[in-house]
């Protein structure tokens, strides 16, 4: 038996709940509005519960539930290191597509390690965003990353940039590292294509694929083609499809890891 395995095991098991601003051990504080309704009414947790607290700093905070009425507050102990995130520290610049499917996208993507989210507003883009209604769906995404976050564990939160150009969003890129385009019938594999990292960048289009002159573009800035095998996939699945491979193959997800 592993008594420290179990202790783990055991923190893994609590409630997470991602809190904006600095927090240290031994702190008092009331919860904001959205976290206090969830533990309190979807968890249903009494006074003396564990749960543990996280900023995206890298660190989290076990911590004892004080209240349950309002305002909840809660005491924290301790700091302690948070998960490790990916060695692979994935970016993926994604074609913005419909709904609830960016939504997803963010989610897994979440939980297979990357590091940060760009969506891009492409040429062939079927969702359209500009001015407070892009910075509203910027906030909107970014809050699937925190829920995804508390939910697996992670101790950090990919940043969701503002929706950007192919353009625009290369030229922020760091000039080092690899750079994939997901591309069907392209003759280079995946896992076979990475060559450096970090940064590691994965380039996948909206519903419907990227233009001839965004193709270029990318190309261009040093953008390989890989496949993700002989099937067509969805905007939806391929960028998680290739996470998961490169995650299994050269991240957090190989086997013994």
């Keep these: 038996m592993n008594p420290a395995g179990g202790l783990r095991n055991n923190a893994r098991m609590q409630p997470r709940t991602f809190h904006p601003g600095p927090l240290s051990g031994g702190d008092e504080l009331v919860l904001g509005d959205a976290a206090a309704r969830h533990l309190r009414t979807v968890l249903r947790l009494q006074r003396g519960a564990r749960l543990v607290l996280f900023n995206g700093d890298g660190r989290e905070y076990p911590a004892e539930l004080l209240t349950t009425g309002k305002p909840l507050r809660v005491r924290l102990d301790a700091a302690r290191p948070g998960l490790a995130d990916s060695p692979l520290a994935p970016v993926l610049m994604q074609g913005i597509c419909r ?31 500009d001015g407070p209604r892009a910075e509203a769906r910027r906030q909107h995404w970014q809050g699937v990353a925190r829920a995804a976050a508390e939910q697996c564990g992670r101790a950090s939160v990919p940043r969701i940039g503002a929706a950007a150009t192919l353009a625009d969003g290369i030229a922020a890129l760091p000039a080092a590292g690899s750079r994939l ?27 419907g694929g990227f233009s001839d002159g965004e ?43």
């Design 99 to 129: 709904g609830a499917r960016m939504d997803l996208v963010i989610q897994k993507a979440t939980e297979l390690g990357v590091a940060a989210i760009l969506p891009l507003a492409c040429e062939r883009s079927v969702v359209r965003l």
């Design 181 to 207: 385009l997901l591309s069907p019938g392209a003759g280079t594999g995946i896992g076979a294509a990475l060559r450096q990292w970090p940064p590691l960048v994965i380039l996948c289009g909206p519903e």
């Design 215 to 257: 193709r270029a573009l990318a190309a261009g800035a040093g953008f390989t083609p890989v496949s993700l095998g002989p099937r067509v996939l969805r905007t939806e699945t391929a960028p998680l499809v290739a996470l998961a491979i490169l995650q299994y193959l050269y991240g957090d997800l190989r086997e013994g890891g």
